[in-house]
């Protein structure tokens, strides 16, 4: 059955001279009614819907925008139209004030009008179509790809799409393509836990080779360049933020900043105690730990984080001589409000103000113990509206706009990102391996299926700090989680559907640098 056409009303005291454009957009296909005053036109949309309305701003009797108000009442989501002889701004301003979706001035050729109909009637549609149509053509090539990705810019590229396709397929609303796009993700973490099985060690063997920017290079390679050109600087760092999410914030930050964004690859394990400690320091853990053995103690993997700040200094220190540097962690709904109450003095006129978000990072582990969080947060989807919806209200983004005010260049980054594990990993350990569920130290560890996990028994490989003799490493790959023979159903039944990190995917390892600088 070929669906109703759809109606619109056209409001204007010149009806019959408009009569060709209204014979122009039946022949495409709408229903058009027409009413010469606003009154009439309010009595219509009372009595039947309406999907469109092209309303005339200048009519005998009551205005066009005061008619618009009363069918905002009717219908709060009605498009509405402004059609009018004013090229006055005040008229213009106060359409836009009440939410007319177009504003067209007269003469009006029956094109323009069927253009401004098209596009708020059926350009979401035609927009799914086309992005519909692209990803069935890029589907079929990626498909038949098999050579595999040798260099760490390809697998930038490949994840970059694979992300881009991801939200645009979401935003689509196109469900059974999106659902084609997830079972291409199994290969992609298997191919990459393999590249990076080689890859990593070769890098870090050898740091003057063709490699990616590390942790250990963020400061380096992205901050200190803004300092260079600027008295002063901010560095944001959000705990756990995947590249998807980035995108999705990045448009919140657009009108204030120009934004350029680059990669870096987390360090490994992609867990806070040493990527974010890699971040801040320019150096590797078992770096860290012989330098700095009282900052750096793994009985407990809480106190690790400890001393960021001075970790920060040092490493500025080090690479620019004495500079004035703030540093502040905002992990509770209390320090958030704290932060925004002075968000004007929050940031240094010289040096470095330096603040790690730990909102999102609280979202994925809270999930976890908490049945509504899980329930909100149900999967990767989910995950990125509540992280797009914390930010507008955050006083992150108040800082960000503080900032491009300002006129301070702001360098945001992640520490590591995270996944959705979906997949238990049995492993066998003595008794004093470790107890996380995506990596794993200890000895004589083996995982029951090696494509779920990536071993290094030399702990240089890593650049970790050593934990005696015969200990190794264990990683996730993939979607998986550690499980124990002996705890197998808790393990799975807690833990199943975890955003979880510390692995070895793409999700957690490449993440977004990106460079904000405010607009003119």
């Known amino acids: 059955m070929a669906p ?35 009154d009439d036109a309010v009595e219509m949309l009372r009595r039947r819907t309406y999907h469109l309305v092209l309303l005339d701003e200048q009519m005998p009797g009551k205005r066009g925008l005061e008619a618009l108000r009363e069918m905002r009442e009717i219908d709060p989501n009605l498009p509405i139209v402004m059609v009018t002889k004013s090229e006055d ?62 260099d760490w810019r390809g697998w930038v590229s490949r994840y970059s799409e694979m992300v881009d396709w991801d939200i645009q397929l979401t935003e689509a609303g196109e469900r059974g393509l999106h659902e084609s796009l997830q079972g291409l993700y199994p290969q992609m973490w298997r191919e990459f836990a393999d590249f990076m099985r080689k890859a990593y060690p070769e890098w870090l063997r050898n740091l003057e080779g063709e490699r990616p920017p590390l942790s250990i290079d963020v400061i380096g390679e992205f901050l200190l360049p803004v300092l260079e050109r600027s008295k002063a600087a901010v560095f944001v760092v959000i705990d756990c933020l995947r590249l998807d999410q980035w995108r999705i914030m990045q448009p919140l930050f657009a009108p204030y900043f120009e934004i350029e964004t680059t990669y870096h690859f987390s360090i490994l394990p992609t867990a806070t105690p040493y990527s974010r400690n890699a971040l801040f320091s320019g150096l590797f853990p078992c770096e860290i730990a012989a330098r700095f053995p009282d900052w750096w103690r793994e009985k ?22 004495e500079m004035h540097v703030r540093y502040e962690k905002i992990s509770t709904s209390h320090e958030s409000d704290d932060l925004a109450k002075r968000i004007g003095s929050a940031i240094a006129p010289e040096g470095v103000s330096a603040f790690v978000f730990n909102f999102v990072d609280l979202l994925t582990h809270g999930r976890s113990e908490s049945a509504i969080l899980y329930e909100v947060a149900r999967d990767e989807v989910s995950l990125r509206q509540i992280t797009k919806q914390w930010l507008e209200r955050s006083a992150l983004l108040a800082l960000l706009i503080e900032a491009s005010r300002r006129k301070v260049t702001v ?103 990106a460079l904000l600088t405010p607009r003119r």
């Open 4 to 38: 109703s056409p759809k109606g619109i009303l056209w409001v204007d005291d010149e009806a019959d001279l408009l009569e060709p454009h209204r014979i122009y957009l039946r022949e495409r296909g709408f229903e058009v009614d027409s009413a010469t005053n606003a």
């Open 89 to 150: 701004d005040s008229t213009l301003r106060e359409a836009i004030g009440v939410n007319a979706r177009d504003y067209l001035v007269k003469p009006v050729s029956p094109r323009q009008v069927l253009t401004a109909v098209t596009r708020l009637l059926e350009g979401t549609r035609i927009r799914q179509q086309a992005i519909a149509r692209s990803f069935v053509e890029r589907f079929r090539a990626m498909e038949l790809e098999r050579e595999p990705i040798t």
């Open 411 to 513: 360098l945001v980054t992640s520490d590591h990102g995270s996944i959705h594990c979906q997949t238990p990993a049995t492993v066998f350990a003595k008794r004093d391996a470790t107890a996380n569920l995506r990596y794993k130290f200890g000895e004589d560890l083996r995982a029951e299926r090696s494509d779920l996990a990536l071993q290094f028994r030399n702990q240089d490989d890593l650049r970790l700090p050593h934990r005696g003799l015969g200990s190794n490493t264990l990683l996730a790959a993939g979607d998986a989680f550690f499980v124990y023979p002996t705890k197998l159903r808790e393990y799975q039944g807690r833990y199943r559907g975890s955003f979880l990190h510390g692995g070895v995917t793409p999700e957690e390892v490449i993440l977004p640098v």
């Open 300 to 321: 407990e993997d809480e106190t690790l984080n400890a001393h960021e700040r001075d970790l920060l200094v040092s490493h500025l220190t080090e690479q620019r001589g």
